[in-house]
């Protein structure tokens, strides 16, 4: 079974406007991280962010980690019509070293 | 660097027939992983290697799938006999994990695969 869940499943939201999207997960993990996946192309990894880490920030992007309550959130600031893709969310698992998506978020920013 | 290279890009097969997917990982990653993408189920992690050593294959969906890696620079996903319901992208990834574990993959284009 999937270990990240994202929500929502589509966002939609105009030039310039902020996206957030969030991800939760079930067991522990090492580490979390965020890829962006253009269409008919292979996923990017955005940003990296450790469990023992509570934010991170990476140009327009902003994660953040709350292991207390099992969820992430990806941030993109000033949002770009170039930023329209799908975003996953992947855990690494602490009991295996293999990393697992979740089912992805589809933004698209209206220009 | 090339990044990790796929081949084909695209395959079209009839059912029944074997197909050999390939991939070629980042030179000096020891960790090589094969994922399977489709609307219905997302991304799926089929098989893993580290040091060429398949470690964890529990995602491979029947015997009819097999993975090798018979060296750190190659490796293939077979499919023998292929069936429709198999038709997805299948992606490699590879990535460096040295005392650190999980560390961020690197994709191919992906072999976009059509079982008639």
């Known amino acids: 079974s999937q270990q990240g869940e994202e929500d929502p499943q589509a966002l939609s939201i105009q030039e310039g406007e902020n996206a957030t999207m969030n991800c939760s997960y079930k067991t522990s993990i090492n580490n979390l991280q965020w890829y962006r996946q253009n269409s008919g192309r292979g996923l990017v990894h955005l940003i990296l962010i450790r469990s023992n880490e509570r934010e991170k920030h990476s140009g327009r992007l902003r994660v953040t980690l709350d292991t207390s309550k099992k969820s992430s959130s990806l941030l993109i600031t000033a949002s770009r019509a170039a930023d329209t893709a799908s975003y996953f969310c992947?855990?690494?698992?602490?009991?295996?070293?293999?990393?697992?998506f979740g089912p992805g978020t589809s933004l698209s920013v209206i220009p | 660097d090339a990044g990790v290279i796929q081949s084909p890009r695209h395959e079209v097969t009839e059912m029944g027939q074997e197909v050999t997917l390939r991939c070629k990982p980042i030179?000096?990653?020891?960790?090589l992983f094969w994922y399977r993408q489709t609307m219905m189920r997302g991304l799926e992690l089929l098989i893993y290697?580290?040091?060429?050593?398949?470690?964890?294959d529990s995602g491979m969906p029947e015997d009819r799938f097999s993975a090798k890696m018979p060296n750190a620079s190659f490796s293939t996903l077979k499919i023998q006999p292929s069936e429709p319901r198999d038709s997805a992208v299948y992606f490699c990834a590879s990535s460096f994990t040295g005392t650190a574990t999980n560390e961020k993959l690197f994709f191919g284009s992906g072999t976009q695969l059509s079982v008639l």
């Open positions: 290697f580290n040091n060429n050593v398949p470690i964890d």
């Open positions: 030179s000096g990653h020891n960790s």
């Open positions: 992947a855990t690494g698992q602490t009991s295996y070293d293999k990393v697992i």
